[in-house]
């Protein structure tokens, strides 16, 4: 059983700090409010956090991070977002939670998405908990409002999840 924990260096978390920022101020001047957010935690915050997310994944899997430094606004209703990560013929949506009893979470049905991955962590050192297929995660009836959220979105629990084993080995034969 391989364990799959990744620490960012100091310059992979200032370039993720530049492009959360570079990625929040132009979702906000297409859209004053983010909509989507599921959390009470800092905007900002969710954003850098979910940057080195990514960026994490990438290095798990040893690809290099071409979506990461995409900062442009992305919209799943008109289909320009493809995910996080393209890996062979996945498009990756990757999620983190600071919680170690945390649950994946998506907001929203991404039709381009074909895996939903879920990191642990924070500031720079993440840990893959698993992932699910989208077609798994996108059913009505992990549709809900979890405790602590404010909106409805799709849940899983981690017991729920592709066990990281599991899933790099599928992620590198399909690849």
């Given at each position: 059983?391989?364990?799959?924990?990744?620490q960012?260096?100091?310059?992979?978390?200032?370039?993720?700090?530049?492009?959360?920022?570079?990625?929040?101020?132009?979702?906000?001047?297409?859209?004053?409010?983010?909509?989507?957010?599921?959390?009470?935690?800092?905007?900002?915050?969710?954003e850098?956090?979910?940057?080195?997310?990514e960026?994490?994944?990438c290095?798990?899997?040893?690809?290099?991070?071409?979506?990461?430094?995409?900062?442009?606004?992305r919209?799943?209703a008109?289909?320009?977002?493809?995910g996080?990560?393209?890996?062979?013929?996945?498009c990756?949506?990757?999620?983190?939670?600071?919680?170690?009893?945390?649950?994946?979470i998506?907001?929203?049905?991404?039709?381009?998405?074909?895996l939903?991955?879920?990191?642990?962590?924070?500031?720079?050192?993440?840990r893959?908990?698993?992932?699910?297929?989208?077609?798994?995660?996108?059913?009505s009836?992990?549709f809900g409002?979890?405790?602590?959220?404010?909106?409805?979105?799709?849940?899983?629990?981690?017991?729920?999840?592709?066990?990281?084993?599991?899933?790099m080995?599928?992620?590198t034969?399909?690849?």
């Amino acid at each position: 059983m391989g364990t799959y924990q990744i620490q960012l260096e100091e310059a992979e978390k200032r370039l993720c700090d530049f492009i959360a920022r570079q990625r929040q101020a132009n979702n906000r001047a297409v859209s004053p409010v983010n909509h989507a957010l599921a959390s009470k935690e800092d905007p900002l915050y969710i954003e850098k956090e979910g940057v080195m997310s990514e960026l994490a994944f990438c290095k798990m899997l040893n690809t290099y991070p071409y979506e990461i430094f995409n900062t442009q606004p992305r919209s799943v209703a008109q289909g320009e977002d493809v995910g996080d990560v393209i890996y062979g013929e996945h498009c990756i949506d990757v999620k983190v939670t600071k919680y170690e009893t945390g649950r994946l979470i998506s907001v929203s049905k991404n039709p381009a998405v074909s895996l939903i991955v879920m990191m642990i962590g924070e500031h720079g050192t993440y840990r893959l908990a698993g992932g699910m297929r989208s077609s798994d995660m996108y059913s009505s009836i992990r549709f809900g409002t979890p405790n602590g959220f404010r909106k409805p979105c799709f849940s899983a629990t981690q017991d729920e999840l592709i066990v990281p084993d599991a899933l790099m080995d599928m992620l590198t034969r399909l690849s």
